[in-house]
């Protein structure tokens, strides 16, 4: 199965900071056709899962364009341009490249 | 609009088996996959099972043995049964599209 690795695990930002995640993935996630499949996740507290990015760097609906996805192959980010108090919470990558499906172990975002 | 809803027993004996429900509107499961996803208490999530457009299923690795999912297309619900559980196996489960979530239901495992 694909491992993706999540750095860091914990990252601390005043309002108005920019910050970056990586996910790092144990193999290619380039499929055949030329896609790659790895998306990113907000999940804030007592809340389900919310879609941010897919197919590396779209934005999912109603996301705020401070949001951004990058990367290919192995290596992916997400940066956040400016964080707002409403970005605070845990942020996932999966990929979808290989089944069965996986998840990075997420990296919680809270305020310094 | 797209909306997914779990159902199912929030407590379940271990050894028993785990059965929950996915009830889908706004989409035909004839034209989307929909995933299991499972969320220990304070842990991250979990990705167990996914069954496609078409009808076929891939499921995690490490539950494999267990796990089954299936769907009633003409009544939009899809079906996680999941047997021999164990106290492990208490989590929120979620069903998902990967563009919409469910709310998901909190299972807690009784020894």
């Known amino acids: 199965d694909v491992v993706l690795t999540q750095t860091p695990s914990t990252l601390s930002a005043t309002i108005g900071q920019s910050v970056s995640i990586s996910c790092r993935s144990s193999?290619?996630?380039?499929?055949?056709?030329?896609?790659?499949?790895l998306y990113w996740y907000l999940q804030r507290p007592g809340q389900s899962p919310q879609l941010l990015i897919y197919l590396v760097s779209n934005l999912g609906s109603g996301v705020p364009n401070r949001f951004s996805g990058s990367g290919s192959g192995t290596d992916f980010t997400l940066k956040i341009s400016g964080v707002e108090a409403e970005d605070l919470g845990v942020y996932y990558c999966?990929?979808?490249?290989?089944?069965?499906?996986?998840f990075g172990a997420g990296t919680k975002l809270e305020l310094k | 609009q797209v909306q997914l809803k779990e159902s199912g027993p929030v407590l379940v004996q271990a050894s028993e088996t785990l059965s929950l429900t996915c009830t889908v509107s706004?989409?035909?499961?004839?034209?989307?996959?929909v995933i299991w996803v499972r969320q220990p208490p304070g842990k991250g999530l979990e990705w167990m099972g996914i069954i496609w457009r078409n009808g076929n299923t891939d499921y995690n690795s490490a539950l494999k043995s267990r796990l089954s999912i299936n769907r009633d297309t003409s009544k939009s619900q899809v079906f996680l049964k999941m047997n021999s559980l164990q106290t492990d196996d208490t989590a929120i489960y979620y069903c998902?599209?990967?563009?919409?979530w469910g709310q998901g239901v909190m299972v807690t495992v009784s020894s």
């Open positions: 998902t599209t990967m563009n919409y």
């Open positions: 706004g989409f035909s499961l004839t034209n989307y996959g």
């Open positions: 193999q290619s996630l380039l499929d055949s056709a030329g896609n790659t499949y």
């Open positions: 999966m990929q979808a490249t290989h089944a069965p499906y996986t």
